[in-house]
């Protein structure tokens, strides 16, 4: 094969993977386009469906009707505002502020405002923090977030009666952060697709747990953007455990102090 030759061949290569790579990337924005109309839609649909009943005299402008329109709105707002960051997540232009952080404090501050939510679904949340953690690198607004998610989705499908466990340990130079549930577990089945966007393994509990499907796919993405990774073992009728990692920080407030 003449140089000349060997040369059109990579180039003809290199095109083919290029276009494969657009095609791929139209294909994500159909599939980012549709999904959202999806789920915009009913949210949408039920608060229309209110005010022309208002409108036609058939329900009355009450407290309750109400109180159920401010329920609609909120839930449309909540996912507006998810499916913006995602956007941003996976194009790239996430902007983290970050700085070395406490995470035992987050992870503290996330479990004592989640306990209220757990209570009244008789679910018990308890820790197993390793102790004099180094602080990590992380933008603490991004991984209350993540820990926010996790912990939201543990409580929709943890059993009553059943408990969550929030742990942390020292990883070489990540911190590992796990969140696990005694809940119904996951099928095995489902388990590759867990944190695609919109993807729930019930999906009859979409509009009855409030969930957008979007929690887990913004949690991975927003620990993508720290450099971490996020797992999930599973296993039905025992329960689920979410781990994540985050990056030990370079600061040394022993050093600083001295």
Do not use: W
């Amino acid at each position: 094969m003449s140089k000349d030759k060997g040369e059109i061949g990579l180039l003809t290569e290199t095109f083919n993977f290029m276009a494969c790579d657009l095609e791929k990337a139209e294909q994500l924005r159909r599939n980012m386009i549709a999904d959202s109309a999806h789920e915009l839609r009913t949210p949408v649909t039920n608060i229309l469906g209110y005010l022309e009943a208002i409108r036609d005299g058939m329900l009355k402008p009450d407290r309750t009707t109400i109180q159920s329109l401010y329920e609609e709105a909120s839930q449309l707002s909540k996912l507006i505002d998810e499916l913006q960051e995602l956007t941003l997540a996976e194009a790239g232009e996430l902007v983290l502020v970050r700085q070395p952080q406490d995470i035992t404090r987050l992870i503290n501050q996330t479990v004592e405002a989640a306990k209220a939510q757990a209570t009244v679904q008789r679910i018990s949340i308890t820790t197993d923090l390793a102790e004099n953690l180094p602080l990590c690198n992380i933008d603490s607004q991004q991984i209350s977030q993540v820990l926010h998610n996790l912990l939201n989705n543990a409580i929709a499908h943890a059993n009553k009666g059943g408990v969550i466990t929030i742990a942390s340990r020292k990883c070489g130079d990540e911190v590992e952060v796990s969140v696990a549930d005694t809940g119904e577990g996951i099928p095995a089945e489902d388990l590759p697709n867990i944190f695609e966007r919109f993807y729930r393994v019930d999906k009859s509990r979409a509009r009855a747990t409030g969930g957008s499907g979007l929690g887990l796919t913004i949690a991975k993405r927003l620990v993508e953007a720290h450099g971490g990774k996020i797992e999930v073992q599973s296993e039905v009728g025992k329960g689920s455990r979410f781990s994540f990692t985050v990056p030990i920080s370079d600061f040394d407030p022993q050093e600083r102090s001295s």
